[in-house]
C-alpha cells in the first residue's frame, strides 16, 4: 500500500507563492508517474501537472504552465509543486497522486491519493 500525504498548502495573496509537498512512504519502481490535481468547490477535479519518476519528465495544464513547477526529490521519495503568480481562479483543494506506468491527465487512472491540502489566492 502507497501512501501519500500532503502538505504546504494555505492562503495567499494574489501573485504570491506557495509550494506543497507530498511525501510517498513508498515509491514502488522508478516506472511511475505522480500527478497533481485539484478540485475547487462546485467544479470537477481537474489536472494540473505530472512527472515520470524514472526520467524526470514534466507536464503540465496550460492555466498554470510557465508558473507551476513540479519536481521530485528521489533520496525523499517526495514530489514538489512550486507554484508562482497565484491567481485567485488557483484557489482549490489540492490533491497528489500516484499511479504505476506513464504519466496521465486523466485522474481515473491514478490509483493512490493524498488526503489533499487546500490553497486560498485571495484577491
Known amino acids: 500500500q502507497v501512501q501519500l500525504v500532503e502538505s504546504g498548502g494555505g492562503l495567499v495573496q494574489a501573485g504570491g507563492s506557495l509550494r506543497l509537498s507530498c511525501a510517498v512512504s513508498?515509491?514502488?519502481?522508478?516506472?511511475?508517474?505522480m500527478g497533481w490535481f485539484r478540485q475547487a468547490p462546485g467544479k470537477e477535479r481537474e489536472f494540473v501537472a505530472a512527472i515520470y519518476w524514472g526520467s524526470g519528465n514534466t507536464y503540465y495544464a496550460d492555466s498554470v504552465k510557465g508558473r507551476f513547477t513540479i519536481s521530485r526529490d528521489n533520496a525523499k521519495n517526495t514530489v514538489y509543486l512550486q507554484m508562482n503568480s497565484l491567481k485567485p481562479e488557483d484557489t482549490a483543494v489540492y490533491y497528489c497522486a500516484a499511479k504505476r506506468g506513464i504519466t496521465s491527465t486523466e485522474s481515473r487512472e491514478y490509483e493512490y491519493w493524498g488526503q489533499g491540502t487546500q490553497v486560498t489566492v485571495s484577491s
Open positions: 513508498r515509491r514502488t519502481l522508478s516506472s511511475s508517474a
